[in-house]
């Protein structure tokens, strides 16, 4: 069945970066396009960004430019999202999400990031 | 950027009842409107795409109309398990923006 699997929670100091990874499975990994959200304790869903899987283009929330990178393996099926110069209020849990007619689909099971010193 | 304006924050039913929930578009985005159901801890789930297609595996009581910039998720006999927190979501020229999110309580 399709599946996009995420690595593990990760501890992050002010100030460092964090890169998460989404595995696909079930499907052509360059069929669909990638996004990353996130989601602050307690708060609402903000849109991150998505990455083309065919061509590595990608698009990102205006908030984040220059402090995030999306990246792909299309080797390996997955997607990676990196954020540096993490501040406190990047404490979240981050999904990947695969996008299909203008919404997504299918889900990760999210990965939390906590940002502490 | 286009902001999406969803209403009510928060609203308070009986199992059974006709639920709506309304989202408004800063500016037209045509038809390209989702719908999301999240439970606490638990990803999202896609509800409805395209403002009024259904997700294959999503009961019949889930609806959704409008286009432009007004759009409406309709439960027409709210369930036990549909008590949860539902979000509208923009895609409009390659960028997303997610409504505020609206919690449907036990009345």
């Known amino acids: 069945q399709v599946q996009l699997v995420q690595s593990g929670g990760e501890v992050k100091k002010p100030g460092a970066s964090v890169k998460v990874s989404c595995k696909v499975s079930?499907?052509?990994?360059?069929?669909?396009?990638i996004a990353w959200v996130r989601q602050a304790p307690g708060q609402g869903l903000e849109w991150m960004g998505w990455?083309?899987?065919?061509?590595?283009?990608?698009n990102y929330a205006q908030k984040l430019q220059g402090r995030v990178t999306m990246t792909t393996d299309t080797s390996m099926s997955t997607a990676y999202m990196e954020l540096r110069t993490l501040k406190s209020d990047d404490t979240a849990v981050y999904y990947c999400?695969?996008?299909?007619?203008?919404?997504?689909?299918?889900w990760g099971q999210g990965t939390t990031v906590t940002v502490s010193s | 950027d286009i902001q999406m304006t969803q209403s009510p924050s928060t609203l308070s039913a009986s199992v059974g009842d006709r639920v709506t929930i309304t989202c408004r578009a800063s500016?037209?985005?045509?038809?390209?409107l989702a719908w999301y159901q999240q439970k606490p801890g638990i990803a999202p789930k896609l509800l409805i795409y395209?403002?009024?297609s259904l997700q294959s595996g999503v009961p019949s009581r889930f609806s959704g109309s409008g286009a432009g910039t007004e759009f409406i998720l309709t439960i027409t006999s709210l369930q036990p398990d549909d008590f949860a927190t539902y979000y509208c979501?923009?895609?409009?020229?390659?960028?997303?923006?997610f409504g505020g999110g609206t919690k449907v309580e036990i009345k």
């Open positions: 395209k403002s009024s």
């Open positions: 500016q037209s985005i045509s038809s390209w």
């Open positions: 079930g499907y052509l990994f360059t069929d669909y396009s």
């Open positions: 979501q923009q895609y409009n020229s390659s960028l997303v923006t």
């Open positions: 990455i083309r899987t065919h061509n590595g283009k990608t």
């Open positions: 999400a695969r996008l299909e007619m203008g919404a997504f689909d299918v």
